[in-house]
């Protein structure tokens, strides 16, 4: 246990948690509950994902594949439970879209940055990259559809109507079995499509028996801290005049995808960019075949539907992140100034973000 | 003649020609007469396409080529003729639609997916796919700019400003011209863009009269079933309370375009891949130029001008479809999970025309 | 200075400069002045290309590089400056829109068109071809996002916020740091993403103080017909019945690329396409990511804020030209037929700026 907690330099946010609850207990309306919350969030995104790493390496690549489905993202899972659960349904939206342009600009930027500077360029393996950004580009069609339908059918993106709802229900079950099906493959083929398993990572750290320790621990503990974090999101909005909008696509999503965003780097660092590519695009991936299409399910099990109608802001941003992306792996090379490119687009769509007022 | 009915299991759904006559005599509203028409063209649809692959074998691959341009998409541009004499404009470019994302979805979806089952990976030659993608996203700007035209400048979808009818009418003359153009690289070149003649397809199976019989009299059956087709769509859309977008989209595309899936589907399974997708690929880019070109100038030519205008569904649809074909095509690599993402692509698209209620 | 008029036949079009000035001083009411003008600056245009190439042949490719960044699009840049200073904020626009798919499209397609004619297929280098597209996809990033922010906040693209303003200005300002990064990364790695310098292109014509000379001069008579033709433009408009719109898109654009259109269709015939690919990609890089917004920050700089809000078919003519163009040079390959199919591109959208009315 000690020795997760000592594997990273991260770790020393998890300091922020008790903080948090000293400050929800004291000053329960300040934004600096939001704040050390969010910072919290940091380091347990990352133990969970040590956790679920050394379980998928005793598995086998098969078993530890599923493992990665599943926890993979548990941690903007579990924010996003805990939000939708207090009705923040924008927010949910927000951080599904912040994750995916996240993961596919900034980490990836990051990545091709970070591993191109002193370097000429870097080649990494261009199928698998291109298998993902395709599978990527099914989670756009699921993701437009709807408001395409809104749109054109009734002028605005406004209008509830209730096919949309089936509409986003069926697609939602789509895209699981169509991720489903890849999982398969990765059984079959022994080969995962999302994350790498052979190279690069961690070596073994500890025991069976502490890994799921670490797993269940940082499951609950992210549990508690993104209740607190829902809840103390009001007074925080209030305070530094951000948008729900605003905080879901870039706060959020940066404090869920830090593990993926330390991993990716440190890996390009290494000069591995198979490996962080895979990291990036198959995060993304996640989100938008995984973690999207579950809460839209639990939001119909708990009786608050939640459609797969985004705005136009996140549609085109997502759109735009996909396409930036297949245009960037496509040649299987990278080198610092597409680093520059991809954060520059991060850029520009967190700008607009951030100037897209209250929706009303 | 017997020997092109016995070539193809299919080739028993011709028994639905007789039914549907008798069907329209003795009960003209029911809505089997529909039914029984659209399965009497699945066959038609193949016997045009044996009887143009025999001739073209004789004609080498220069006219050859030409044939396989004129007749390889005849059943649906007869069933489209047929519509646009009797007025159901919305059918032919909803046909038109289907046609294509039918081809590069469904068709090369499934060949991806049958062809990969029990295998890792199969490889096909990727310039001339890349080609192929370059000559479909050019109907892709022809189908989109009159809707922006429309959409921009009178806030919607309905107008019908004069200029929309000479942007269509100029358009389709490009598109046909850029057809042409393809023909000649093929004649001077020796190579056929759009489909394969060498490899695979079948030996030569009767002389070139049954051939030009087979074609003939295939034209001939077609013209009389998609009639019948047409005329008996009223009473089936108010009983399966389908509507014409739909029923375009989905059922006219899949009985049209039902040759080319055999044909894809079986060279997949033989890992031909490259056959397959020059068959899917290439059957789409002929919709777009050629076919649904033609149909814009047999529409002024019969005083009833049809325009490049498409609803906001059709044009997504198409879009979508053609950047995900690039995308999955531009490795040169297929597997069976490429192909489950082309299909739940499909379906993504096909429910949300299922839930398009009648556009009035 | 001889020497350089004399290097191209298309120099003779300088006599149009003092007969547009005699018919601006005798008939200053006359379409002709317009024509006459825009004629002048085509070898104006190639003459501050031919200086800044022999200035920076001598400079080596490092500040080669820079040298062409600068004075690369100079006539483009002039006229631009011109337009702006007079109001002119929709030519200003449309001349950057034209500029970008002028490049794309026109010069790209008739250098495969040209260069193809008699041979199977020519081959270049996509690694760098790739790199550009993607550049050249932040720009369209930047300019799609104003767009998005006014169609979905306002209804409609006649909405003026305030917020619109700082996310032009912020947007210019990242998109001249990715440009800044890309000319630093030809410093350290030695290699210009933009244009070759090492192969083709002329020898050495003449000393350090006539390439200066040619520069100086042709940047001030650029100015001087920029002026000529700007003031002439109403009474031609209203002669032939174009838009301002149009003027920008087409004709503008014709007149400050014809240097690039001349250079690249050159190399293509010689075979040297990938100094033609990069010549036509990198000019339009140039354009979206160094002229457009240098324009937007010299408009707030003179108190007329241009924000990056472009029409509706400004950015999907934009947008297509960019995606048609990833589409072809993926492969590293062009015949003669994708050619033609850029051109078609080309024609289609050209006839969409045609039928536009006068937006009001």
Redesign the interface.
């Given at each position: 246990m000690l020795r997760a907690i000592f594997s990273s330099p991260l770790n020393a946010l998890l300091l922020a948690a008790p903080i948090s609850w000293a400050l929800a207990w004291q000053v329960p309306g300040s934004p600096w509950v939001f704040i050390t919350a969010a910072l919290s969030l940091v380091p347990l995104a990352g133990l969970i994902g040590l956790g679920t790493e050394q379980l998928a390496r005793r598995a086998g690549p098969a078993w530890g594949g599923f493992l990665h489905a599943t926890f993979g993202n548990a941690a903007e899972l579990i924010i996003a439970l805990v939000a939708l659960r207090n009705g923040h349904v924008e927010l949910v939206k927000a951080s599904i879209t912040g994750s995916i342009i996240g993961n596919l600009l900034l980490v990836l930027g990051l990545s091709f940055f970070v591993g191109g500077l002193g370097r000429?360029s870097q080649k990494f393996h261009?199928?698998s990259a291109?298998?993902t950004?395709?599978?990527l580009?099914?989670g756009?069609?699921?993701l437009?559809?709807p408001a395409?339908?809104d749109?054109?059918?009734y002028?605005?993106?406004n209008a509830r109507p209730p096919?949309l709802e089936?509409?986003s229900f069926?697609?939602a079950l789509?895209?699981i079995?169509?991720y489903a099906?890849?999982l398969i493959?990765a059984f079959t083929?022994q080969?995962d499509?999302f994350r790498p398993t052979a190279e690069g990572g961690h070596e073994r750290l500890f025991s069976t028996g502490a890994a799921v320790a670490v797993l269940a621990s940082g499951t609950l503990l992210t549990t508690v801290q993104a209740e607190i974090l829902v809840g103390a999101m009001e007074p925080a909005l209030a305070r530094f005049g951000f948008t729900e909008l605003f905080v879901g696509v870039i706060v959020i999503a940066l404090v869920g995808n830090a593990a993926e965003h330390y991993s990716a780097v440190t890996a390009a660092r290494r000069d591995e960019m198979t490996l962080a590519v895979e990291i990036a695009v198959g995060s993304s991936a996640q989100i938008a075949l995984l973690v999207a299409p579950a809460l839209v399910l639990y939001s119909f099990a708990i009786g608050r539907p939640m459609t797969l109608l985004f705005?136009?802001?996140e549609i085109?941003a997502i759109a735009?992140s996909v396409?930036?992306t297949?245009?960037?792996v496509?040649?299987g090379?990278s080198?610092?100034?597409?680093g520059?490119?991809l954060l520059?687009?991060y850029?520009?769509?967190a700008?607009?973000f951030y100037?897209?007022?209250h929706?009303g």
């Open positions: 000429r261009r199928t291109t298998n950004s395709a599978m580009f099914l756009v069609v699921a437009v559809m395409v339908f749109l054109s059918l002028g605005s993106l096919a089936s509409l069926l697609s789509i895209l079995a169509a099906g890849s493959y083929a080969r499509l705005n136009a802001f085109t735009l396409l930036a297949a245009i960037v496509v040649d090379e080198n610092w100034v597409e520059l490119q520059s687009v850029l520009i769509l700008l607009a100037f897209v007022p929706l």
